[in-house]
């Protein structure tokens, strides 16, 4: 992953010094965007979250960078509603089996979901959870990637349930 980022630098620090043209803008708080023009490419790159879809076209050529892949959206973002104390998903990555262990003062019911990047429904399961509990997930038949685990929790005694997304790296 390191290698990757380097390389990725390296080569945008050299196109950004053979660069014709060079643009850098802050779309969003959490989005940022880049160009360079290097010869007859053209180097763009984005981290963050895509708010639209582009495309170009040249000699033949179409490259089209945002969301490719229709399908449900899985959640809006991935995020952690419960600190580490109280949910943990673990070991992540995982080989092929992960624990989701939760550590709640409370009782209640929760319902998890596992997707996989593309929003398909892989897994369901619903249970109990009091005080202190673990729940094992195998996913050794699955190939290796983003996985992403939806947890619904209803505490005893309430009708909200409070939803959380986590996101599981699979790896062989």
């Known amino acids: 992953m390191k290698k990757m980022f380097f390389v990725l630098v390296s080569f945008y620090i050299t196109s950004l010094l053979n660069a ?5 803008n802050v779309q969003t708080p959490c989005t940022t965007t880049a ?6 490419f053209i180097i763009s ?14 000699n033949g050529l179409l490259i089209t960078q945002g969301v490719l892949q229709p399908g449900p959206v899985i959640a809006d973002t991935v995020y952690e509603c419960y600190g580490r104390t109280e949910v943990k998903v673990y070991p992540n990555p995982s080989p092929g ?3 989701l262990r939760l550590s709640f003062l409370k009782t209640g019911n929760v319902k998890t979901l596992l997707f ?3 929003g398909k ?4 399961n619903e249970f109990a959870y009091h005080t202190f509990s673990t729940t094992e997930y195998n996913i050794q038949q699955l190939a290796s990637g983003v996985y992403y685990l939806q947890l619904y929790f209803t505490e005893t005694g309430s009708t909200h349930a409070k939803k959380c997304v986590y996101t599981i790296q699979k790896i062989n």
């Open 35 to 40: 160009q360079g023009t290097a010869g007859n």
């Open 97 to 99: 089996v992960f624990s």
């Open 20 to 24: 014709q043209t060079n643009t850098l």
């Open 121 to 124: 429904l892989l897994q369901t």
């Open 116 to 118: 996989d990047a593309s």
């Open 45 to 58: 790159y984005t981290i963050g979250e895509m708010p639209l879809i582009q495309s170009w076209q040249s």
